[in-house]
């Protein structure tokens, strides 16, 4: 058996154990998994591999903030425009899904484009 972390799409019929792992650093939390003709042995192994990666991303997903943090005063006026957009967004929406709701008559609703017009 090769072992193969995150295949190509185009493999996955190919494979013998399609295996499916989350968790921790330092437990598994859940296994989902197909296998034809694949020993014990095999799958133990593979839930070996499949710790030792998650424990990698969990190495990975910890220094990420620490590296956020370097860039935030250059970030803050980004957020500020980002935060602007939402609201404004926002506010959009929620008009459109406010005059949606005030619609009784399903055939109604149904006849209205996105914008809300007849």
Do not use: F, W, Y
């Amino acid at each position: 058996m090769t072992s193969s972390v995150n295949p190509e799409e185009e493999r996955l019929q190919e494979l013998d154990l399609d295996l499916i792992v989350s968790g921790t650093d330092e437990a598994i939390l859940m296994v989902e998994a197909g296998a034809n003709g694949v020993t014990e042995a095999e799958i133990l192994d593979a839930l070996d591999i499949a710790h030792s990666e998650i424990k990698k991303l969990v190495v990975t997903m910890e220094q990420l903030p620490r590296e956020g943090r370097q860039g935030e005063a250059r970030d803050r006026a980004s957020a500020d425009r980002r935060e602007a957009l939402r609201l404004d967004s926002g506010l959009t929406t929620g008009n459109k899904l406010s005059e949606a709701t005030q619609v009784p008559a399903k055939l109604e609703r149904h006849g209205r484009d996105r914008c809300g017009r007849a």
